[in-house]
């Protein structure tokens, strides 16, 4: 903390060069997957009667939350607040 009571933020991201790449890709390839959309814009198989495109995207929602969370971690342990 600084003097005037303040924490001082830094950009700076500890770790090596793979750590850092790990947690872009981490946090990357969700954002493709829905930016993509011809990977996924299908009518077939349907899934409790909601077509393949909708339970894809809701899936991939729960999924992307865990590449985030993995990112985190691997954030949090590059910083060293374990």
């Known amino acids: 903390m600084t003097e005037s009571g303040n924490t001082k933020l830094s950009l700076e991201v500890k770790g090596t060069t793979a750590q850092k790449?790990?947690?872009?890709?981490?946090l990357l390839f969700p954002?493709?997957?829905?930016?993509?959309?011809?990977?996924?814009?299908?009518?077939?198989?349907?899934?409790?009667?909601l077509t393949f495109f909708y339970w894809f995207q809701t899936l991939w929602l729960f999924v992307s939350s865990m590449f985030f969370l993995a990112a985190a971690f691997l954030l949090n342990k590059m910083e060293g607040d374990e």
């Open 31 to 49: 954002c493709l997957v829905f930016v993509i959309t011809p990977i996924y814009n299908f009518k077939t198989p349907t899934l409790f009667g």
């Open 21 to 26: 790449l790990l947690v872009a890709i981490l």
